[in-house]
């Protein structure tokens, strides 16, 4: 009950003057179009990606979540045009309801307005980064608590985009009314959006990606602002940290012997899901089976 206003978050403007709405995944009770939805899992379970297939507008909008060891969750949006002709569109795509690091799920549950009270959204202008964190640590005593961790979100991929770091404007944007980009925003609902218009060719698509991690130190967020400012090729080693990261599962399930080929590929895919939830209970053995005395001795 609470997808419209948390997670994910797509709306795209299709056409000129006279312009044509679509929401994937909505449950808006506007105009649906001729939809197919598909969902996918990647074989490792490490990956999942949501599509939308607008028959009526012959567009396709999907998005993958996968993971980097390094820098958190990936999110990678692509719009694909389906037609023989070039679209041009305007989009809002990105994540809901982020929550600032130091909001426990006792609070939030409990307390959320209190809760909403101390949130402060900030973004970099010159990186594009997004921080959520709260005002201050909330303790009901007369003590000051200073909040010195954070969420982060930033963007790859998209250059020239306005970016929102919360929801107040999506109303508007759905009406046709230009958006205007967020730089400070106290006491609301975190958010990370991208927002730009754009023509795809024929046949083609374009990709954006999202990154998102939480809990990070000041130093982090400094040194993470520092890498989108001065590094060009940050998205290709986010690229590189999200496949090293696959190849990792795969190496620790490998060593409980998860990697089985049969003929059935189906059986094959559930045996290694089936291995990778109990290495995920129990670990695995390293080093061949080879226990340290030492260590066992005292455990």
């Given at each position: 009950?609470?997808?419209?206003?948390?997670?994910?978050?797509?709306?795209?403007?299709?056409?000129?003057?006279?312009?044509?709405?679509?929401?994937?995944?909505?449950?808006?009770?506007?105009l649906?179009?001729?939809?197919?939805?598909?969902?996918?899992?990647?074989?490792?379970?490490?990956?999942?990606?949501?599509?939308?297939?607008?028959?009526?507008?012959?567009?396709?909008?999907?998005?993958?979540?996968?993971?980097?060891?390094?820098?958190?969750?990936?999110?990678?949006?692509?719009?694909?045009?389906?037609?023989?002709k070039?679209?041009?569109?305007?989009?809002?795509?990105?994540?809901q309801?982020?929550?600032?690091?130091?909001?426990?799920?006792?609070?939030?549950?409990?307390?959320?307005?209190?809760?909403?009270?101390?949130?402060?959204?900030?973004?970099?202008?010159?990186?594009?980064?997004?921080?959520y964190?709260?005002?201050?640590q909330?303790?009901?005593?007369?003590?000051?608590?200073?909040?010195?961790r954070?969420?982060?979100?930033?963007?790859?991929?998209?250059?020239?985009?306005?970016?929102?770091?919360?929801?107040?404007?999506?109303?508007?944007?759905?009406?046709?009314?230009?958006?205007?980009?967020?730089?400070?925003?106290?006491?609301?609902?975190?958010?990370?959006?991208?927002?730009?218009?754009?023509?795809?060719?024929?046949?083609?698509?374009?990709?954006?990606?999202?990154?998102?991690?939480?809990?990070?130190?000041?130093?982090?967020?400094?040194?993470?602002?520092?890498?989108l400012?001065?590094?060009?090729?940050?998205?290709?080693?986010?690229?590189?940290?999200?496949?090293?990261?696959?190849?990792?599962?795969?190496?620790?399930?490998?060593?409980?012997?998860?990697?089985?080929?049969?003929d059935?590929?189906?059986?094959?895919?559930?045996?290694?899901?089936?291995?990778?939830?109990?290495?995920?209970?129990?670990?695995?053995?390293?080093?061949?089976?080879?226990?340290?005395?030492?260590?066992?001795?005292?455990?």
């Amino acid at each position: 009950e609470s997808h419209d206003v948390t997670g994910s978050k797509t709306i795209i403007r299709v056409g000129g003057d006279v312009s044509t709405n679509w929401e994937p995944f909505s449950s808006r009770p506007f105009l649906r179009h001729d939809i197919t939805q598909n969902l996918y899992k990647g074989l490792y379970g490490d990956s999942v990606v949501f599509e939308e297939v607008n028959h009526y507008l012959q567009l396709v909008f999907r998005y993958r979540w996968e993971t980097s060891a390094k820098y958190g969750f990936v999110r990678t949006s692509t719009l694909e045009n389906l037609s023989k002709k070039a679209q041009r569109v305007e989009f809002v795509d990105g994540i809901q309801n982020i929550l600032p690091q130091g909001l426990g799920s006792e609070m939030q549950l409990r307390y959320s307005n209190l809760g909403d009270a101390y949130k402060w959204n900030q973004l970099g202008s010159s990186s594009g980064l997004g921080i959520y964190a709260l005002s201050a640590q909330i303790v009901d005593r007369a003590e000051p608590r200073e909040s010195l961790r954070a969420n982060i979100a930033w963007s790859l991929g998209i250059d020239n985009c306005s970016y929102l770091i919360s929801s107040r404007q999506l109303p508007a944007f759905r009406k046709g009314i230009s958006i205007q980009g967020e730089t400070d925003e106290k006491a609301e609902k975190g958010a990370f959006f991208v927002s730009k218009s754009i023509e795809i060719k024929a046949s083609s698509q374009e990709e954006w990606q999202i990154v998102a991690d939480v809990n990070l130190s000041q130093r982090s967020v400094s040194e993470i602002i520092h890498a989108l400012e001065s590094n060009p090729s940050i998205q290709e080693e986010v690229n590189i940290d999200i496949e090293k990261s696959a190849t990792d599962l795969i190496k620790l399930s490998a060593a409980a012997d998860a990697l089985q080929q049969s003929d059935d590929s189906n059986t094959d895919a559930r045996h290694f899901a089936n291995v990778l939830f109990n290495i995920m209970r129990g670990g695995i053995f390293d080093e061949n089976y080879t226990v340290d005395r030492d260590d066992f001795a005292s455990f």
